[in-house]
């Protein structure tokens, strides 16, 4: 084991590189953590009306129920109709939810076809749980009157739901609402380790592979009487012990932070999620530690791969704030599936296979990813030995 | 016989690196492989230790043919690379733990073996010190250390001095023969022939990828007509004395440029006396006299036309 205690030798000289990345990782969680606890209280004691801009196509009786009903639970905000203006509104939270009513919709949905209306929010935040709930709620109870009496005038529809929904509405508010809160940090957390697992991985991975491809001392090595196999095996054996290590510590940490929040079935989704993603990311690492050629060209490609894997993967910006455009583009990287995934986690309240599947998607694309980048990083490694 | 080479060649494309290229190496020699820069030396280490494919030859070592999966064989075996091959990234006892450690099992005796070898090279107060702090000569000694650590039987050298101070060149070229004395087969490959005059029992040199001699030293140097240098430091030499000078029996060549007089003279005794004779007798002015007898380097310059060094 020479070759697997030399790769265990380089890594450690190369521990104040990778530490950086963790110490900046477990501060800024651990305020997050700090911070969160707060809003969590808050959130329980004093259930504030959240912020919403509703905008709607068209002035119906159908459209004026839904209003007057969310606003129960909301305050509307006025805003312009403008793309730009919105973006910012929501940026700066002065909305939390953008609900639109295309024109049509009270027309179409008398008439029983599916009509959806299109929603824009701030992620996260158990108020706009809730009012998901409450729109559900609103629609579900409408197409329910739509289906079982003919010829139903919008205004006697109105006037059921009115006296239908006053009835049942608190009891949802606290079971919904506690449920949710739960796993915002966890959450956050968990995405924000697409940044740091990841830059720790291909720092450290970039490391060995640059040992590895060091024409002198393959040479020497090659003197020796160890054959090329078990030289290869004790090396892909130390990246997949620093990837598990890593790992592990990453998530570990989680839980001395928030173990309250991670006794649930959720916890062990992102615990897995964040283990697909972490041999992914042994894949991203070790296809660049097979490029780079140079110990300085290191930390840049590092930062600008791992900083911008999460910009347009929504891991420091919330994935409805960015463009269409550049989701698209992020759907092409594993970041964008783990955040994905991780966000599906955090809404998840049960746990059947309808639900579950997108998370298993997810998590199977990033796997797909992983066994691409590895193929390719064995190509261009094979290929750079025979130069 | 250690080592047996037979009609090695090797091509980088349309450059012929090594041209049918044959020697043996037998036991217990300082085998010494003198040629200019460019000349195949290293190509033809790395074709021994089968590091590099060749289109055509035969390599054994201790008797059995040479292979890239002959482990038995490369255990026996300490390399000093011409580039110097440690991790940046270790302390100069944990390289030669290293290097030790691919072919010594035992860690008992691997610790003393890295003991041994850190005290031979002379690198006791520097155990802790990464590579990137050394000087050029301790690294080429760390770098050495890290090749013969594991005591082997044939230890090949290529270069182990290049750019190194006087005092670490002096203390490598003295362990080479130390290691020899106790019982190493050594191939050390250089252009500075000094040293391979110094330390070699016998020495091939080659040129172009090509054997063009091979013996002792005495036996390359009485290969050549030359047989001695004579020098003579005069103010003034008339073309007719030069003319009678180069008319003597013996002399070989005579050339008289920036006051110096140079006369080549072949083999046999009496030939500075000779030159004195002639001195005398046509009366000449001369300030120093000293005579040399010839170089590996006169080996060279009369077999290929040019200089071992340029
Ligand atoms: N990988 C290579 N590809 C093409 N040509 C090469 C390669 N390696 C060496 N050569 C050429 O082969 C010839 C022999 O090179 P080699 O390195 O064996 O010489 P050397 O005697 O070791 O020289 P030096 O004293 O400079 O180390 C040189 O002309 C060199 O340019
Ligand atoms: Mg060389």
Redesign the pocket.
């Known amino acids: 084991m020479q070759v697997f205690k030399l790769c265990l030798r380089v890594l450690k000289k190369n521990i104040p590189s990778l530490l950086i990345y963790v110490v900046i990782f477990l501060a800024i969680s651990l305020i997050m953590a700090l911070a969160h606890t707060n809003e969590q209280e808050d959130a329980l004691f004093s259930p504030s009306k959240s912020n919403i801009a509703f905008l709607s196509a068209e002035e119906t009786p159908l459209v004026r129920g839904l209003k007057e009903e969310l606003g129960k639970v909301a305050n509307f905000v006025e805003l312009p109709d403008d793309a730009e203006a919105l973006q910012d509104a929501l940026f700066f939270r002065e909305v939390s939810y953008i609900l639109r009513v295309p024109e049509g919709f009270s027309e179409r949905f008398m008439n029983g076809e599916q009509v959806q209306l299109e929603k824009t929010i701030v992620p996260d935040s158990f108020s706009n749980a809730y009012l998901d709930l409450k729109i559900d709620q609103y629609l579900n109870s409408a197409r329910l009157y739509v289906e079982q009496i003919e010829d139903l005038s919008q205004e006697s529809l109105v006037q059921y739901l009115k006296s239908d929904l006053s009835a049942d509405t608190p009891v949802e508010l606290k079971t919904n609402g506690v449920k949710a809160a739960d796993h915002v940090y966890t959450n956050y957390y968990f995405n924000y380790l697409a940044y740091s697992m990841l830059a720790v991985l291909i720092l450290g991975t970039s490391a060995l592979m640059l040992v590895y491809h060091d024409q002198d001392l393959q040479r020497r090595n090659a003197c020796s009487p160890l054959s090329p196999g078990s030289f290869n095996r004790q090396f892909f054996l130390a990246i997949l012990v620093f990837t598990g290590l890593t790992w592990f510590l990453m998530v570990i940490f989680c839980f001395l932070f928030n173990f309250k929040n991670l006794v649930n079935i959720n916890a062990v989704f992102f615990v897995a999620n964040s283990f697909v993603f972490a041999v992914c990311a042994a894949g991203i690492s070790f296809l660049v530690g097979n490029m780079v050629k140079s110990e300085s060209s290191i930390p840049a490609v590092c930062n600008v791969l791992t900083l911008g894997l999460a910009f347009i993967s929504g891991v420091f910006v919330p994935a409805e704030l960015l463009g269409s455009s550049v989701l698209k583009v992020a759907s092409f990287t594993p970041t964008y599936w783990y955040v994905a995934a991780n966000n599906r986690i955090a809404a998840l309240a049960s746990f059947n296979y309808a639900s579950l599947q997108p998370v298993f998607s997810a998590m199977l694309i990033q796997a797909g990813f992983a066994l691409a980048f590895i193929a390719i990083a064995l190509v261009l490694g094979k290929k750079r030995r025979l130069e | 016989m250690i080592v047996r080479v037979k009609n090695l060649v090797k091509r980088?494309?349309e450059?012929l690196?090594?041209d049918h290229l044959s020697f043996t190496v037998n036991d217990g020699e300082v085998f010494g492989l003198l040629?200019?820069?460019?000349?195949?030396?290293?190509?033809?280490?790395?074709c021994i230790l089968s590091l590099l494919e060749y289109d055509k030859g035969e390599v054994e070592i201790f008797g059995r043919p040479m292979r890239p999966d002959a482990y038995d064989i490369k255990r026996e075996i300490g390399i000093v690379m011409?580039n110097v091959a440690v991790y940046n990234e270790l302390t100069v006892y944990e390289n030669i733990d290293y290097f030790c450690g691919l072919y010594v099992e035992d860690k008992k005796l691997r610790k003393r073996l890295v003991e041994e070898a850190i005290n031979f090279v002379g690198l006791k107060d520097f155990k802790g010190y990464y590579p990137k702090k050394l000087s050029g000569g301790l690294l080429r000694r760390l770098n050495i250390a890290c090749g013969i650590a594991h005591k082997p039987k044939l230890i090949i050298l290529?270069?182990p001095t290049?750019a190194v101070d006087p005092q670490s060149r002096y203390k490598i070229l003295e362990g080479i023969l130390e290691l020899n004395r106790l019982g190493a087969t050594v191939i050390y490959?250089?252009?500075y022939m000094e040293e391979v005059e110094q330390i070699c029992s016998r020495i091939m040199i080659?040129d172009k990828?090509r054997a063009i001699a091979t013996g002792t030293k005495d036996e390359l140097k009485a290969m050549i007509t030359l047989g001695e240098k004579i020098t003579v430091e005069s103010q003034h030499i008339t073309p007719g004395q030069l003319n009678r000078l180069r008319a003597l029996p013996h002399v070989m060549e005579a050339e008289y440029k920036n006051k110096q007089l140079v006369i080549k003279s072949g083999k046999g005794a009496n030939n500075l006396e000779a030159v004195l004779d002639f001195i005398k007798k046509e009366k000449i002015q001369y300030g120093k006299i000293y005579s040399e007898l010839p170089t590996l380097n006169d080996v060279f310059l009369e077999i290929t036309g040019k200089q071992l060094r340029d």
């Not at chain 2, 040629?35 to 790395?46: D, E, R, V």
């Open positions: 980088y494309g450059l690196a090594l040629g200019p820069n460019g000349s195949g030396k290293t190509t033809a280490i790395n011409q290529d270069e290049v490959t250089s252009h080659i990828g």
